[in-house]
């Protein structure tokens, strides 16, 4: 069964930064597109940033710059490098696993809050 475990968030204040983890179990990552995805308060589910299993990555305009998505295959553990942060940051992080090959396999993650404030 394959299982996302993110770590990491925090409260923080504006200008400081983070650094969340997710902790893959049950999936090659060989075989998966890897990505965080957030959910700020009352708002929906937003892209962040995503990466490919050959280092492929892409950002959402609102992070790019400031955060870096990457990724140990070997550890399967992907991580999301959170800098500048701004209080509009502030959101539930979710990472996120999609098969490259097999329709409709992807997972989720529980959630890791980041709050942005001085």
């Known amino acids: 069964q394959a299982q996302l475990v993110e770590s990491g968030g925090d409260l923080v204040q504006p200008g400081g930064s983070l650094r969340l983890s997710c902790a893959a179990s049950g999936i090659n990552f060989s075989f998966y597109t890897m990505g965080w995805y957030r959910q700020p308060p009352g708002r929906q589910r937003e892209m962040v940033a995503t990466?490919?299993?050959?280092?492929?990555?892409n950002y959402s305009d609102s992070v790019q710059g400031r955060f870096t998505i990457s990724a140990d295959n070997a550890k399967n553990t992907m991580y999301l490098q959170l800098n500048s942060l701004k209080p509009e940051d502030t959101a539930v992080y979710y990472c996120n696993a999609v098969h490259r090959y097999l329709a409709h396999t992807e997972y989720w993650g529980q959630g890791t809050q980041v709050t942005v404030s001085s």
């Open positions: 990466i490919t299993s050959n280092g492929i990555d």
